[in-house]
């Protein structure tokens, strides 16, 4: 088991930033490949980004590309989700999300946390 617990949401304006991290417990972080998902209300749950379990690895969805930066530290057994130049449009429940092999599919995951909450307010 992987428990996955997310911090670092909350309100900001447009063109604002945030940093988000996922703190890991249980089983042996650095095996595991880590993704940050999203969910806005009546919306689909959307990829955002995925590392590699080395850190050496990563991946983006286009509506994110060039503006947030994953990043992780496997002796905090932390993921980070920076994001820069914000849109109303990123406003969702953000979900960080472990897996043996996770790709930029939600069901490549295994394990997943409860989510924070990013309001960008035009």
């Known amino acids: 088991q992987v428990q996955l617990v997310e911090s670092g949401g909350g309100l900001v304006q447009a063109g604002g930033s945030l940093k988000l991290s996922c703190a890991a417990s249980g089983r042996t972080f650095s095996d595991y490949n880590m993704g940050w998902f999203r969910q806005a209300p009546g919306k689909e749950r959307e990829f955002v980004a995925q590392?590699?379990?080395?850190?050496?690895?990563?991946y983006y969805g286009d509506s994110v590309k060039g503006r947030f930066t994953i990043s992780r530290d496997n002796t905090k057994n932390t993921v980070y989700l920076q994001m820069n130049s914000l849109k109303p449009e990123d406003t969702a429940l953000y979900y960080c999300?472990?897996?043996?092999?996770?790709?930029?599919?939600?069901?490549?995951?295994?394990?997943w946390g409860q989510g924070t909450q990013v309001t960008v307010s035009s």
């Open positions: 590392i590699s379990w080395s850190g050496h690895s990563t």
């Open positions: 999300a472990a897996g043996l092999h996770g790709n930029n599919l939600a069901r490549k995951y295994d394990y």
